[in-house]
């Protein structure tokens, strides 16, 4: 199943702004004002100036935040944008609600303590963001997240994922038995998304610092529903014989 694009002229503006450069550029203005997001229960409040705005926007990361303040627009990043941010691109620094810079150790286990299962969902994102997919929450088709080759308002999601781990028998409880496998593909196919399966595989490293996450390995697998339908015998040759 390939992209989806929306509306006539929709590839062609996606390929002349790929998102490698949007986010190139994002991380190049960000590090240029020392920007700093702050620490929000599980959430980072984020204040952006104009250009910051567009690329934040173009680039899909955090959701603005309607505030009465004119001349100031708030982006609320989720915990894995956020310490994507922070980490990978190092382009911000995150502060407490003293104004105190939180370091990435500090930062990491916050932000376990206060997800259950961040650590593969974060190593879900980060994989799929480093190949330039557009990556946001899932949670209305019950997956973890979906992803875009572009842009949202350019082409509809491609991908439904599901992050897992076979080690210690982490698997969330989701994917248990056969019966789980088919509906979820009923429900990917009736939306036209394709099930991605990230298996996050540990390598046996210390969860309590964030340079584990070098170490552990993404795997990943594409699943489709067979349409005994499709795989029909080219009905063509039956009826010129007829």
């Known amino acids: 199943m390939g992209p989806?694009?929306?509306?006539?002229?929709?590839?062609?503006?996606?390929?002349?702004d790929p998102i490698s450069n949007i986010v190139s550029q994002l991380q190049s203005s960000l590090v240029q004002s020392s920007s700093q997001g702050l620490l929000m229960n599980s959430s980072v409040?984020?204040?952006?100036?104009?250009?910051?705005?567009?690329?934040?926007?173009?680039?899909?990361?955090?959701?603005?935040?309607?505030?009465?303040?004119?001349?100031?627009?708030?982006?609320?990043?989720?915990l894995?944008?956020?310490f994507y941010?922070?980490?990978?691109?190092?382009?911000?620094?995150?502060?407490?609600e003293n104004n105190c810079e939180i370091d990435s150790e500090e930062l990491w286990m916050y932000m376990m303590s206060k997800k259950e299962n961040f650590l593969n969902l974060f190593k879900a994102y980060s994989h799929l963001r480093m190949k330039n997919w557009?990556?946001?929450?899932?949670?209305?088709?019950?997956?973890?997240?979906?992803?875009?080759r572009h842009h949202p308002s350019l082409v509809h999601s491609e991908y439904?994922?599901?992050?897992?781990?076979?080690?210690?028998?982490?698997?969330n409880g989701r994917l248990m038995v056969w019966s789980d496998y088919h509906c979820t593909l009923r429900l990917c196919g009736s939306v036209a998304k394709t099930?991605?399966?990230?298996?996050?595989?540990?390598?046996?490293?210390?969860a309590t610092l964030p340079s584990c996450l070098e170490s552990y390995i993404v795997g990943e697998r594409t699943i489709t529903r067979w349409s005994p339908q499709q795989c029909r015998e080219n009905q063509t040759i039956a009826t010129g014989e007829s």
């Open 4 to 16: 989806r694009w929306k509306g006539k002229g929709a590839e062609a503006k996606a390929l002349a």
């Open 45 to 78: 409040l984020f204040e952006a100036d104009a250009k910051q705005t567009d690329l934040l926007n173009r680039a899909c990361f955090g959701r603005p935040v309607v505030t009465a303040e004119k001349d100031k627009q708030w982006f609320q990043l989720g």
């Open 134 to 148: 557009v990556v946001r929450s899932g949670s209305q088709y019950g997956v973890d997240f979906v992803a875009y």
């Open 160 to 171: 439904a994922v599901i992050v897992l781990s076979d080690n210690n028998g982490e698997t």
């Open 80 to 82: 894995e944008e956020a």
């Open 195 to 206: 099930l991605l399966l990230l298996n996050i595989d540990k390598c046996g490293e210390n």
């Open 85 to 96: 941010l922070f980490y990978v691109l190092k382009c911000i620094k995150i502060v407490n």
